[in-house]
Structures are given as C-alpha cells and as structure tokens.
C-alpha cells in the first residue's frame, strides 16, 4: 500500500502563490502516475491536474491551466503542485492522489489517496 502524505496548503490573499508537496511511501512500484483532486465545500471532488511517472505526459483541467503546474521528484517520491495568480474560486481541499500505471487514468480512478490539505483564498 502507498500512503500520500500533502503539505503547503494555508490561507493566502487573492493573486497570491502556495506549493503544495505529496510525498509518497510504503510500495511504491514504479510506474504510478500522481495527480491533485480538490473539493470545494458543497461541491463533489474536482480533477485538478496529473503528471505520469517518465515526465511525457500533463493534464490540466481547463480552470488552472495557465496558473498551476504540476512536476514530480521521482528520486524522492514526491510531485509538486505549484500554485500562481490564486482566486478565491480556488478555495478547496487538495487531495494527492497516485495510481499504478504510466498512464494517466480516466476521471478519478487512482489507487490511493492522501488525507488532503486546505486551500483558503480570500479576496
């Protein structure tokens, strides 16, 4: 099992920049792909952004492409979530999330989870 560990997260003003970490441990067999999810209160989990295990491949979903990029450490077991021009609509719980494949998997379907960390944006 790979347990995911988040740390970064905090209260911040509008256009302000956080860096979120995950670093992963316990069987982490290469490859696995690590991405970041958010909830926001109210609202069901939101894909944010993935990276796969050799670098070849990032998805962003459309509301932070521009603003966030994601890049991993593999040496350390780590991705990065690198956070810039934050709104207040980017207020939420950010979850790591990794899953045993090369591949960047479809919607949610990742093996593991971490216990997420806050995000507040205020304006």
């Known amino acids: 099992q790979v347990q995911l560990v988040e740390s970064g997260g905090g209260l911040v003003q509008a256009g302000a920049s956080l860096r979120l970490s995950c670093a992963a441990s316990?069987?982490?067999?290469?490859?696995?792909?690590m991405g970041w999810f958010r909830q926001a209160p109210g609202k069901e989990r939101e894909f944010v952004v993935a990276?796969?295990?050799?670098?070849?491949?990032?998805v962003y979903s459309d509301s932070v492409r521009g603003r966030f990029t994601i890049s991993r450490d593999n040496a350390r077991n780590t991705v990065y979530l690198q956070m810039n021009s934050l709104k207040p609509e980017d207020s939420a719980v950010y979850y790591c999330?990794?899953?045993?494949?090369?591949?960047?998997?479809?919607?949610?379907?990742?093996?593991?989870w971490g216990q997420g960390t806050q995000v507040t944006v205020s304006s």
């Open positions: 999330a990794a899953a045993y494949s090369d591949y960047i998997p479809l919607g949610d379907k990742y093996d593991f």
């Open positions: 316990g069987r982490t067999f290469r490859p696995y792909t």
């Open positions: 990276i796969n295990w050799s670098n070849s491949r990032t």
